[in-house]
Every structure is written in C-alpha cells, then in structure tokens.
C-alpha cells in the first residue's frame, strides 16, 4: 500500500553535506512515523533516526545526532535526512522507512520499506 523511494545517495568527502530524500506514495503520508535507517556490508541495519507523524518530535543515534537533521513535508509526501560533517563510518545504504506505530520506535521493525541509496563517504 506505501512505496517509499529514496534518492540523493552519492559519493562525498568527509566533512561534506548530503540530503536524502524518500519519496511516498499515498495520500496518507502523514499518519506514519519516518525513519531512516542504514546498514554497512557485514553489519546489522541500524537505527539513524525518525519523525512524528506532524514533525514536531525526532529521534536520533547518538552517532548522528548534532550532524544529521531529519524532517518531512506532509504536503509533499516526502521525509528528508540532512546529513553534514559527514564521516567515513557513516559510508552505508540508507533506508527510508515508514511505520503505522501508535509510538515512533528505534528498531528496524517498520512496515514499508525502500529500496535503499548508498552514501559513500571518503577521507
């Protein structure tokens, strides 16, 4: 019922900028918490963050947090991840996510998934 596309992915060097977008299908964008999550080769896919259904509450990795912004346009369908001060332990695919929760959550436990953007980050 929801397909999410994320793009933006691509190569930068460390300390440069990125944003992702995910796009969504739907005209029920906005009864779903967001996440964005990532995994790297021989890794588990770990939590980066996550929105409110209005935007007005995020969650973040401590490994993130002060570096990466997360936020969505319910307008537009659409949640974002502003990634700055980029790290070359930040080189993953990222996912976009989207849960029908009551409560957001951390875990890589949501319903709707896309296909995945890789970000690579050299020194």
């Known amino acids: 019922q929801v397909q999410l596309v994320e793009s933006g992915g691509g190569l930068v060097q460390a300390g440069g900028s990125l944003r992702l977008s995910c796009a969504a299908s739907?005209?029920?964008?906005?009864?779903?918490?967001m996440g964005w999550f990532r995994q790297a080769p021989g890794k588990e896919r770990e939590f980066v963050a996550a929105i409110s259904r209005s935007g007005g509450r995020q969650h973040y990795a401590d490994s993130v947090k002060g570096r990466f912004t997360i936020s969505r346009d319910n307008a537009k369908n659409t949640v974002y991840l502003q990634m700055n001060s980029l790290k070359v332990e930040d080189t993953a695919v990222y996912y976009c996510?989207?849960?029908?929760?009551?409560?957001?959550?951390?875990?890589?436990?949501?319903?709707?998934w896309g296909q995945g953007t890789q970000v690579t980050v050299s020194s």
């Open positions: 996510a989207a849960s029908s929760a009551t409560v957001v959550v951390v875990s890589p436990t949501y319903d709707y």
């Open positions: 739907g005209r029920t964008f906005s009864s779903y918490i």
